[in-house]
């Protein structure tokens, strides 16, 4: 189910990239692309060992991450808000 929802999230942003509308820009692209990938990869494998606290704090600050791609700071006085969508328009 997770990884639909990722998967989902990537082919949004691969088409408003074709159609030249992506609000995001290169690095949010980029690191948003990069967080889903690894994780729906790690996802598929299944693995339920234990996990070190360091391991499960990079999957959290993943996840902070991925969050941050989808927003923006229109004033630096004011917090971050979420695009309410992916295109420019």
């Known amino acids: 189910m997770v990884g639909k929802l990722l998967a989902a999230i990537q082919d949004a942003v691969k088409l408003h990239k074709k159609a030249g509308d992506l609000v995001l820009d290169a ?38 991450a991925l969050q ?12 971050k808000l979420f695009y309410r969508s992916l295109s420019k328009m």
């Open 27 to 64: 690095d949010q692209e980029q690191r948003g692309m990069t967080i889903s990938s690894n994780f729906i990869s790690h996802w598929a494998t299944g693995s339920t060992g234990a996990y070190s606290d360091v391991a499960l704090q990079t999957v959290m600050s993943a996840i902070d």
């Open 68 to 79: 941050d791609c989808f927003m923006y700071q229109p004033d630096q006085t004011k917090p």
